[in-house]
């Protein structure tokens, strides 16, 4: 949507998409940069005994916790929301794009959905990565 809410305090915007969505209530979310702020250290999902965490590059550290409260509480708070449009590959919102790795940082998939995103999957919510939702509606 033109946030500056990248890892790199850039934006993705994408006036195609956004083109498409002119006649749509847009609800603007960034889990990583509520929980962790602008610029951030990159993060990626890691295959674990407990699932799929989101680990800091930098630290080491897990940031899954935080994702997961965001999540809950943005879906807790817009009930009405029936479309859900992740950013692609993203450890949070991608949609079927997420890559997760096993803990040597070998990449083991590239096809799974961002913590966020298995929240609104687990709710119902129709979800599409957003460079997907073209020709979807």
């Known amino acids: ?3 500056k809410c990248r890892y790199d305090a850039k934006d ?9 969505l002119q006649d749509h209530r847009l609800i ?7 929980a962790f702020g602008i610029p951030r ?9 407990d699932g799929n965490r989101a680990i800091s590059n930098e630290t080491g550290e897990d940031l ?13 708070t817009h009930k009405e929301i029936d479309v859900y449009i992740g950013k692609d590959r993203s450890p949070s919102c991608g949609v079927c794009t997420a890559r997760v790795y096993d803990e040597h940082g070998e990449l083991l998939s590239s096809t799974q959905a961002g913590l966020m995103t298995k929240e ?4 119902g919510i129709l ?3 957003a460079r997907q939702y073209e020709g979807v509606q």
């Open 12 to 20: 993705n915007k994408d006036e195609a998409l956004l083109a498409q």
């Open 41 to 49: 250290p990159t993060m990626d999902l890691v295959k674990t005994d």
């Open 120 to 123: 609104a999957l687990k709710r």
């Open 127 to 129: 979800s599409i990565d």
């Open 28 to 34: 603007p979310f960034c889990p990583e940069a509520y």
């Open 64 to 76: 899954s916790l935080a994702i997961e409260h965001y999540a809950k509480n943005f879906f807790d």
């Open 1 to 3: 949507m033109g946030e």
